[in-house]
């Protein structure tokens, strides 16, 4: 049996349809991580309740197979944080 890692970085910009798409199609042996930020959307149709990852965390509360980790502080540089609050 393949192990597979599969990363799923700013997923707050994918829609619930496309996380969908995604996880069907994941095969035996693999674990798929989603990291995001529902704060830190770029999309023009979504906001922090409609993005696929808050409809993922939603919908997969409480099963067996799902874990969900909420980091409460995230490390910016000052460049970055300047840059959020100015931009």
Request: no cysteine; glycine share 6%; charged share 25%.
């Amino acid at each position: 049996m393949q192990r597979i890692y599969f990363i799923v970085d700013e997923a707050q910009n994918l829609t619930p349809h496309e996380i969908k798409t995604i996880i069907t199609r994941v095969g035996e042996g693999t674990k798929i991580v989603f990291t995001g930020d529902i704060y830190q959307i770029d999309h023009p149709y979504l906001d922090s309740q409609s993005n696929g990852l808050s409809f993922l965390i939603e919908h997969f509360k409480g099963e067996k197979l799902y874990s969900h980790i909420n980091l409460e502080k995230g490390e910016r540089s000052e460049l970055a944080e300047l840059a959020s609050n100015l931009l």
